[in-house]
């Protein structure tokens, strides 16, 4: 038995299978009762296209620094102004028009700062089949060695979510 390396993209398509996103598995996930476990020893087939987007130069709007100019101005007033500016803010007392254009105009040299290169985005059109159920419950191959047919490969890889973004990665 020969032992294979999965290229990235076979292992984005996997990953693709397990991110919280895809298929409604968040709300599966949800419907699990708390500190659930089970082994798992499944083959499943995965077939389709992965893509991977052309590169390009993005203006990425978490990186303007808007919060910068507005401590920069907030820092130019005393106490008593900003207490004027917060409660006419919370009244919607303001003529925005007013101040529109030099807004737009800051904000639009901010962004010249704010230009990063990304990567091109991957999509992924994947179907999945359960092949083999090798778990505990399941019914057994006859055969005393792994399971795995002859002249098929063992492929064994970890897959660990991020609890904060949701995001799974395979190692």
Known sequence: MTDLELTDLQKIALSRLFDPRQKGSKKLSRELPDGTAEEVDIIVRVKGTVKKGH???????ASVPVWKLLALALDKVNEATLEALITQAIAGDIDESKVK????????RLKLTAKKHTSGSITANLVETLVADLGAGAPQPKKEDDGLVEGTTKVVHTVKVDEKTGQASLF
């Open 55 to 61: 590169s390009s130069d993005k203006i990425v709007a």
């Open 101 to 108: 254009d030099r807004v737009n105009d800051a904000i639009d």
